[in-house]
């Protein structure tokens, strides 16, 4: 194979290979190699490798049959290989899901196919965009942030991305395909490109890196910078030209250069450049304001003036070495602004690297995530705690219950559910209205949480509903018996002191039922439906008094 376009298929982030109707694999890139872990040598033919890639046999054939047919129709039909979505076996075990493509490198040669297999099993930002296209090998090729084209021994066009095509003044590849120079945009300089098609394939030599005018669909001139190397047979004849370039109109202007780029690294977002040492080179005005560091104060520090204290030194451990083995690192993390204020923010940092793999710098960009994070904290009080009085409702009553059982299993202290509701609520909000029984509510939650120890549980059900959970009253039933009551005892004076709402005095009571629990024996659910039936046996004896349950 050329080295030109072992180089160019190499450089591609994605797994090709090139193989023959022999299942000879002539040629595997290196993103083959990292990312099924297989060496050329493991797998010389495909005979060798499809029992490695699918080991169950069934799967194997299904795979087979489709790629076969698929093969079949593109040969019989000249329309592009139809993209196959599977699952294969890397070197380590690991199975991945790939969509796998293929399409003849040239017109003839002779079963030689350009194999990609796109690994779709972790999908980042730039997969939405691969997604959306017609086909995986099409899509791959979009990817190249150059225009790129291919030619059979005519001129012809074989094939070429989207953005060559917008260029010859087509929606399309398809609309290229088939064409010559002459009959797309840049017609008056066909001559030209033909006599340089001409030279790669007679000297069989690669013509890089060479500048050349090109006129758009809108009349403009751009100047290009093309690449153009020969496609071979296996005879090694040339039977085609194989072509990218690059718009480099804008880069004969270095001061427009320089504008674009520090436009684009003012964004919003928080940015920072340092060298390989970590030491800052350069800030954006949205760090500034982010961090209140003026870039004067932060060039020629070391990122750790924004430490929080609030990661141990593992967690930059392993931030650094993911970083320098993977070149890129992102995750929330808490820093500190230079008032002091501890925030939450998402990082992004890239590793630089130079030609020879070495890093040379870091860049990172910050995105303050207080609002989101606040607004995540709000959605986890509003599933654990009452909105109106801020006590836990019942999903949170039921997790410290069932600790508190566990607890008492534990330690052989008895523990109390009592469970209350005001006297006469109904007539409040039917007579004075909502609003003054969610005062009174309110008043009543508080009053109850200040009648009980620091560590008991005080939870509202709903309506005028209370539960409170008493724990470690003592090991002996009749002690715990005599706390639990004189706890009650007290609730209740509390909750029959007037209230004052709205300006006016109200007289107020409840009613409660207690049950003492002893281990992890009794159900959340019993527990409760005890108290309750106990409630309402205070209510039946006048109200504003409490019923014990000796049941269970």
């Given at each position: 194979?050329?080295p030109?376009i072992?180089?160019?298929?190499d450089?591609?982030?994605?797994?090709?290979?090139l193989?023959?109707d022999?299942?000879?694999i002539?040629?595997?890139n290196?993103?083959?190699?990292q990312?099924?872990g297989?060496?050329p040598?493991?797998i010389?033919?495909?005979?060798?490798?499809?029992p490695?890639a699918?080991?169950d046999?069934?799967?194997?054939?299904?795979?087979?049959?489709?790629?076969?047919?698929?093969l079949e129709?593109?040969?019989?039909?000249?329309a592009?290989?139809?993209?196959l979505?599977v699952?294969?076996?890397?070197?380590?075990?690991q199975?991945?899901?790939?969509?796998?493509?293929?399409a003849?490198?040239?017109?003839s040669?002779?079963g030689?196919?350009?194999?990609?297999l796109y690994?779709?099993?972790?999908?980042?930002?730039?997969?939405?965009?691969?997604?959306e296209a017609?086909?995986?090998l099409?899509s791959?090729?979009?990817?190249?942030?150059m225009r790129v084209?291919w030619?059979d021994?005519?001129s012809?066009y074989?094939?070429?991305?989207?953005?060559?095509?917008?260029?010859?003044?087509?929606?399309?590849?398809?609309e290229?395909?088939?064409q010559?120079?002459?009959?797309?945009?840049w017609?008056?300089?066909?001559?030209?490109y033909?006599?340089?098609?001409?030279?790669v394939?007679?000297?069989?030599?690669?013509?890089?890196?060479?500048?050349?005018?090109?006129?758009t669909?809108?009349?403009?001139?751009?100047?290009?910078?093309?690449s153009?190397?020969?496609?071979?047979?296996?005879e090694?004849?040339?039977?085609?030209?194989l072509?990218?370039?690059?718009?480099i109109t804008?880069?004969k202007?270095?001061?427009?250069?320089m504008r674009i780029?520090?436009?684009?690294?003012?964004s919003?977002?928080?940015?920072l450049i340092?060298?390989?040492?970590?030491?800052?080179?350069?800030v954006?005005r949205?760090?500034?304001?982010?961090?209140g560091?003026?870039a004067?104060?932060?060039?020629g520090?070391?990122?750790?003036?924004?430490?929080?204290g609030?990661?141990?030194?593992?967690?930059y451990?392993e931030?650094?070495?993911?970083?320098?083995k993977?070149?890129?690192?992102?995750?929330?993390?808490?820093?500190?602004?230079k008032?002091g204020?501890i925030?939450?923010?998402?990082l992004?940092?890239?590793?630089?690297?130079?030609p020879?793999?070495?890093?040379?710098n870091?860049i990172?960009?910050?995105?303050?995530?207080?609002?989101?994070?606040?607004?995540?904290?709000?959605i986890?009080?509003?599933?654990?705690?009452d909105p109106?009085t801020s006590?836990?409702n019942?999903?949170?009553l039921?997790?410290?219950?069932r600790?508190?059982?566990?607890a008492s299993?534990?330690?052989?202290?008895?523990?109390?559910?009592?469970?209350?509701?005001?006297?006469?609520?109904?007539?409040?909000?039917?007579?004075?209205?909502?609003d003054?029984?969610?005062?009174?509510?309110?008043?009543?939650?508080r009053?109850?949480?200040?009648?009980?120890?620091?560590?008991?549980?005080?939870?509202r059900?709903g309506?005028?509903?209370?539960v409170?959970v008493?724990?470690d009253?003592?090991?002996?039933?009749?002690?715990a018996?005599?706390k639990a009551?004189?706890?009650?005892?007290?609730?209740?004076e509390?909750?029959?002191?007037p209230?004052?709402?709205q300006?006016?005095?109200?007289?107020g009571?409840?009613?409660?039922?207690i049950?003492?629990?002893?281990g992890a024996?009794d159900?959340f659910e019993s527990?409760?439906?005890?108290?309750?039936t106990?409630?309402?046996?205070a209510?039946?004896?006048?109200?504003?008094?409490w019923?014990?349950?000796?049941?269970?």
């Amino acid at each position: 194979m050329d080295p030109c376009i072992r180089n160019l298929i190499d450089a591609i982030p994605v797994p090709m290979a090139l193989n023959d109707d022999a299942q000879n694999i002539i040629f595997l890139n290196q993103a083959f190699v990292q990312t099924f872990g297989y060496q050329p040598e493991d797998i010389p033919t495909l005979a060798e490798w499809w029992p490695k890639a699918y080991p169950d046999p069934a799967y194997r054939q299904s795979v087979a049959d489709a790629w076969q047919n698929r093969l079949e129709q593109a040969r019989a039909s000249g329309a592009p290989f139809e993209p196959l979505e599977v699952k294969i076996h890397s070197k380590n075990g690991q199975v991945k899901t790939i969509v796998a493509g293929a399409a003849p490198v040239g017109a003839s040669l002779q079963g030689i196919h350009l194999v990609t297999l796109y690994d779709i099993s972790e999908r980042v930002t730039a997969m939405n965009e691969l997604a959306e296209a017609r086909n995986v090998l099409q899509s791959i090729i979009e990817t190249i942030p150059m225009r790129v084209f291919w030619k059979d021994s005519e001129s012809r066009y074989l094939g070429c991305n989207v953005a060559f095509a917008a260029d010859a003044g087509k929606s399309g590849a398809a609309e290229v395909v088939g064409q010559v120079d002459s009959q797309l945009a840049w017609h008056d300089q066909a001559d030209l490109y033909r006599a340089d098609d001409r030279q790669v394939m007679a000297t069989g030599a690669p013509k890089l890196g060479y500048e050349e005018p090109q006129t758009t669909p809108s009349g403009e001139l751009i100047w290009l910078r093309t690449s153009k190397v020969p496609l071979r047979n296996l005879e090694h004849e040339p039977i085609g030209v194989l072509g990218v370039y690059e718009d480099i109109t804008a880069m004969k202007s270095a001061e427009l250069e320089m504008r674009i780029a520090a436009v684009a690294f003012e964004s919003q977002q928080g940015m920072l450049i340092t060298d390989a040492d970590g030491r800052i080179l350069r800030v954006n005005r949205a760090f500034t304001r982010l961090t209140g560091y003026l870039a004067e104060e932060a060039i020629g520090q070391l990122p750790n003036i924004l430490k929080s204290g609030r990661h141990k030194i593992e967690f930059y451990q392993e931030m650094w070495a993911e970083l320098v083995k993977e070149g890129h690192w992102q995750g929330e993390i808490w820093n500190r602004r230079k008032s002091g204020e501890i925030y939450p923010e998402w990082l992004t940092i890239s590793a630089v690297r130079n030609p020879e793999g070495k890093i040379t710098n870091f860049i990172g960009s910050y995105t303050d995530i207080t609002e989101q994070k606040a607004a995540e904290e709000e959605i986890r009080y509003l599933a654990f705690y009452d909105p109106l009085t801020s006590l836990p409702n019942r999903r949170l009553l039921t997790d410290r219950l069932r600790h508190a059982l566990i607890a008492s299993s534990r330690n052989g202290f008895y523990g109390a559910v009592m469970f209350l509701d005001l006297d006469n609520f109904k007539q409040v909000n039917d007579s004075l209205g909502h609003d003054v029984g969610d005062e009174l509510l309110i008043e009543a939650a508080r009053r109850l949480q200040a009648a009980v120890r620091e560590g008991d549980t005080v939870a509202r059900l709903g309506g005028d509903e209370f539960v409170v959970v008493l724990e470690d009253l003592h090991v002996e039933r009749l002690v715990a018996l005599g706390k639990a009551s004189t706890v009650g005892d007290k609730i209740l004076e509390a909750l029959r002191q007037p209230y004052s709402l709205q300006g006016e005095k109200y007289a107020g009571s409840a009613s409660m039922g207690i049950v003492l629990f002893l281990g992890a024996e009794d159900s959340f659910e019993s527990l409760l439906r005890r108290a309750d039936t106990a409630m309402y046996e205070a209510k039946k004896n006048g109200r504003d008094t409490w019923w014990m349950s000796f049941e269970g």
